[in-house]
């Protein structure tokens, strides 16, 4: 038994230690990136498959909001497509059929984001990859945590088609510096958190960390190598108005309730929610960060989407606590393969599906009953339209 117990720690130990090299890899690509584009393994010409172009008929058939049994067994369809076609980021046959569907998703949002004339008084907004989103107005483009060119290298011209990218934190599969590279050429307004860090390098790659007595998160990413002139670090609790939008920054956490004690590693660096009213519309996003203290009393706010990152159901339902008034709940940060097979035991359909009741969430542990607050898990390059804000 002790013998045991003893593997069963070593196997944990071992565990982490994959996680962390995985982690450190991604974030060194997208800090470190010596061109705007990361290489590809796959040529510009490949065609996608049979199995690609059906599954993204299939999407395309089904809207985010269609409730049906047919879209139910889409979102499995695309969960089983990801389990079965991914292995690893490491070679072009262990994941070429994923890359392409990626490929054909995003190059045809990327398409739409250009082409759309939003009216005055409605928002359409794209769902990217990981928990990047894009949303637009007849006033103002902005994108949250694009990032993914680890994966899609062409993921990067996304930063040239919004006003304002905000950065919910330093980790590679939300701050990608390809994505940024571009949104600079363009003029594009970039915001990310305030906070005292140090550059911590006794890993394989360096990482900000929160320290009281550290540097501005400016200057620390200026360290790595990194342009910051004309960003902009928004402290906790600020709100600035930029390009006709205003931001609220509220500072949180780098882990789930379901963590009980605090970060302590390399995983404890400045991570922000961002309020975001655009032309009138209340959007949420909460990047991986969770709210422990100094909660604000979002019931006075207008919240029409509220962007989550799903780790669990209990994490969910603690998401919702925070703000019932949210009139839609989209779970973000499913099928990121930058953080390898892992995200299969958690990141997927079928463990944000445990929440989902005909379009609703329903909650399943603290107080098990149905909400009126809207449910939609979305696929890659999908999107949705909202109307009449002042409603």
């Known amino acids: 038994m002790i013998v045991d117990k003893c593997d069963g720690k070593i196997l944990k130990i071992f565990l982490v230690i994959v996680v962390l090299v995985f982690v450190g890899v991604l974030v060194y690509s997208q800090f470190f990136a010596s061109s705007l584009h990361n290489p590809s393994f796959f040529p510009d010409n490949l065609e996608p498959s049979a199995n690609v172009k059906q599954l993204d008929s299939q999407i395309q058939s089904?809207?985010?909001?269609?409730?049906?049994?047919?879209?139910?067994?889409?979102?499995?369809?695309?969960?089983?497509?990801?389990?079965?076609?991914?292995?690893d980021l490491n070679s072009a046959q262990d994941y070429q059929e994923v890359y392409m569907l990626l490929k054909t998703r995003i190059d045809r949002a990327i398409k739409e984001i250009n082409e759309t004339s939003v009216p005055p008084g409605e928002l359409k907004l794209?769902?990217?990859?990981?928990?990047?989103?894009?949303?637009?107005?007849?006033?103002?483009?902005?994108?949250?945590?694009?990032?993914?060119?680890?994966?899609?290298?062409?993921?990067?011209d996304l930063g040239g088609y919004v006003d304002m990218l905000l950065i919910?934190?330093?980790?590679g599969d939300h701050f990608d510096k390809n994505v940024i590279m571009n949104a600079e050429k363009h003029g594009t307004a970039i915001i990310i958190p305030d906070g005292k860090v140090r550059v911590d390098h006794s890993g394989l790659t360096p990482f900000l960390i929160k320290d009281p007595g550290g540097v501005n998160m400016l200057d620390a990413i200026t360290q790595l190598g990194i342009d910051t002139t004309g960003w902009t670090a928004i402290k906790p609790n600020e709100t600035i108005t930029m390009k006709g939008v205003s931001v609220t920054a509220f500072s949180g956490e780098h882990r789930s309730p379901s963590e009980s004690a605090p970060v302590e590693d390399i995983y404890d660096t400045p991570?922000?929610?961002?309020?975001?009213?655009?032309s009138g519309f209340g959007l949420l996003h909460t990047g991986d960060g969770?709210?422990?203290?100094?909660?604000?009393?979002?019931?006075?706010?207008?919240?029409?989407?509220?962007?989550?990152h799903y780790t669990d159901g209990l994490t969910c339902e603690m998401f919702y606590k925070m703000v019932p008034n949210a009139s839609m709940m989209i779970p973000l940060h499913l099928h990121e393969l930058g953080h390898g097979r892992y995200i299969f035991d958690y990141g997927m359909f079928n463990n944000a599906?445990?929440?989902?009741?005909?379009?609703?969430?329903?909650?399943?542990?603290?107080?098990?009953?149905p909400t009126l607050m809207r449910y939609i898990p979305m696929m890659w390059?999908?999107?949705?339209?909202?109307?009449?804000p002042t409603q």
């Open 271 to 278: 991570v922000d929610w961002y309020y975001v009213n655009l």
């Open 126 to 156: 794209w769902y990217i990859y990981n928990m990047g989103i894009i949303a637009k107005t007849s006033n103002a483009t902005i994108g949250f945590d694009l990032a993914g060119t680890y994966v899609y290298p062409s993921l990067a």
């Open 381 to 388: 390059g999908e999107s949705l339209e909202l109307g009449n």
């Open 168 to 171: 919910s934190h330093a980790h």
């Open 290 to 308: 969770f709210l422990f203290d100094n909660i604000p009393d979002f019931s006075v706010m207008r919240v029409d989407v509220y962007f989550i």
């Open 353 to 369: 599906l445990d929440q989902f009741d005909h379009g609703y969430l329903t909650l399943n542990f603290v107080q098990p009953k």
């Open 62 to 87: 089904t809207g985010p909001e269609n409730t049906s049994e047919t879209r139910l067994a889409v979102l499995h369809d695309f969960d089983e497509f990801i389990k079965t076609k991914f292995i």
